[in-house]
């Protein structure tokens, strides 16, 4: 039976009170279309033109960059730092296969439209087009989601009014893939359309297996993360048994990958491998936690890192963060957890007392030993390998583990946070990545919108600290950006331990319980063909 449509403005806790600016909720008796329509090309004309306003904030915010050139500190003290002038600029950049064709060919055509051939004006051309792509991937990206988002097709409002947008969305190339990415996963979802009963409908769900497999690989060519999509798929086809179609879509992106490889492993096979070993030699860069020895180093003394009292703090605070958590979790769910026997009480007593006892002992010579010989690449590469496999083998067991299958997008939610936290660094455009899976994984607009603003300010506090690399004694001190790392990556954690409360009680997933009058269940309106499958019972 048909039900309701998602309303925001009634059903959203955070949306409902500011809807009153603007006449009050959407009434009980207010037509709304029905699961099997599209949105109205009104409504995602409106979602379409609130992407823009963030786009638009972040071309005024470059314009002294493209004006009076790329250069430092100018760059970062106006928050306009860009890698694209640098890969249109430069030939000696890395870059993968499938990116290095899109800046060949936005490089052709600026060369085009440049004047006189003037280079300065060929660079401002190609930062004008891409701006003009990074447009138009954005407002796709905020369509497909309408389609992914199934009966709530506002949430990709989320992704349009993020934060994230404004700061980068024009420092690189990566909205492009994650454009191709989440307009395969919508097409994924349209396995059946047009598809009536019987060899039609087969047809239909071929298509759009192949179709999904083509923009993966594609996205995939472009940046190799991805690849987190095809991968989440993977391991929901185990628990689901859907091998088959799974495999349609794995073999045509890993097909479409190669194909895009092949003519730049012919012409220059030490070119294409430049890429891959500059990933491997890459050095802990901006954002990864492995950084943070080297960025106290110069300002900490050995006898500044004797501080007991504070490392007792942060463990003491480790551990009621943690309790905080347990207790978001229903009543229920606690009595699992919450000692109930002498013994048990015990154990809490020896971990609270022994753990920020544990900090206090060794951690001055922990820190002491890291400020000395900080992490190179060796330890950075190492840490990438060990830890992507950690990620893959840990997010397999909670896709186990959970009393129901996990949606696609929380699995690649996952997927995509613990990559990126284990590579060697996590630059500023690594956001982007996360915000349509967040979205969609987590629709609140508290947690996206919490999660967007310390995204943002994490950003303008790189670019202060560059500024201050460039003009001594200005810009951010290199232990006050150590801070905004750390608070950015707990972020990251943070909703990905929100993502894994709503799985592992899908009562409270307001995806799965729908908020509206029908009460009607969806299971994975995401998952395309992950929709209404099987599930393994587990134990």
């Not at 950049?93 to 085009?112: I, N, S």
């Not at 943070?494 to 592992?504: C, D, I």
Request: aromatic share 8%; glycine share 10%; with cysteine.
């Amino acid at each position: 039976m048909p039900g309701l449509r998602h309303a925001p403005s009634r059903h959203d806790p955070q949306l409902r009170p500011l809807s009153e600016v603007i006449g009050g909720p959407a009434g009980r008796r207010r037509a709304v279309a029905t699961d099997g329509e599209a949105l109205r090309w009104g409504s995602r004309a409106v979602l379409a033109l609130v992407a823009v306003f963030p786009l638009m904030l972040a071309v005024l915010i470059s314009t002294p960059c493209r004006s009076n050139g790329w250069t430092s500190p100018q760059q970062f003290t106006h928050a306009c730092y860009s890698d694209v002038p640098v890969a249109l600029g430069d030939n000696a950049v890395p870059l993968p296969a499938g990116l290095t064709m899109v800046v060949d060919a936005v490089k052709a055509v600026a060369g085009l439209l440049a004047q006189g051939g003037d280079p300065a004006a060929a660079l401002r051309a190609g930062v004008d087009l891409l701006t003009g792509l990074v447009a138009v991937a954005t407002v796709l990206t905020v369509l497909a989601a309408t389609r992914l988002a199934g009966h709530r097709p506002w949430d990709a409002g989320m992704i349009a009014a993020s934060p994230v947008l404004v700061t980068a969305s024009l420092v690189s190339f990566d909205l492009l893939a994650v454009a191709a990415m989440v307009v395969g996963l919508a097409v994924l979802t349209c396995r059946t359309a047009g598809g009536g009963p019987g060899q039609g409908r087969i047809q239909a769900g071929l298509r759009a297996l192949v179709g999904a497999g083509v923009l993966l690989g594609l996205a995939a060519a472009i940046r190799p993360i991805a690849a987190v999509a095809l991968l989440a798929m993977m391991v929901l086809a185990v628990r689901s048994g859907r091998w088959t179609q799974v495999g349609v879509t794995v073999a045509t992106a890993a097909g479409t990958w190669t194909l895009l490889n092949i003519p730049a492993f012919l012409v220059s096979p030490t070119d294409w491998w430049r890429y891959p070993r500059s990933l491997a030699a890459g050095e802990p860069g901006y954002g990864s936690v492995l950084v943070i020895p080297r960025l106290l180093a110069p300002a900490t003394t050995p006898s500044a890192v004797d501080l007991p009292v504070p490392l007792a703090g942060i463990g003491v605070l480790i551990l009621v963060a943690m309790l905080a958590a347990r207790l978001m979790l229903p009543a229920a769910s606690r009595q699992r957890w919450l000692p109930v026997q002498g013994t048990d009480f015990v154990a809490a007593a020896a971990l609270i007392v022994l753990a920020p006892a544990a900090v206090v002992l060794a951690g001055p010579w922990v820190l002491r030993t890291l400020m000395t010989d900080p992490p190179g690449a060796t330890a950075a590469r190492w840490v990438a390998i060990v830890g992507g496999v950690l990620v893959v083998l840990g997010v397999t067991w909670l896709s186990f583990s959970m009393p129901r299958r996990p949606r696609l997008v929380v699995v690649a939610l996952w997927l995509m946070l613990g990559f990126w936290l284990v590579a060697p660094s996590l630059p500023v455009q690594a956001g982007v990545w996360v915000l349509p899976l967040l979205a969609l994984a987590l629709p609140s607009w508290r947690v996206v919108l919490t999660w967007g603003l310390i995204e943002a300010g994490y950003a303008v506090a790189t670019w202060f600290y560059l500024y201050g690399l460039s003009v001594s004694d200005r810009g951010l001190p290199a232990p006050w950006y150590a801070v905004f790392l750390l608070v950015r990556v707990l972020a990251w954690v943070w909703v990905g331990t929100l993502a894994w409360r709503v799985s592992a009680h899908p009562g409270l997933d307001p995806v799965r319980v729908r908020s509206d009058e029908s009460g009607a269940h969806r299971d994975d309106p995401a998952g395309g063909l992950f929709d209404e499958a099987g599930d393994i019972e587990l134990a």
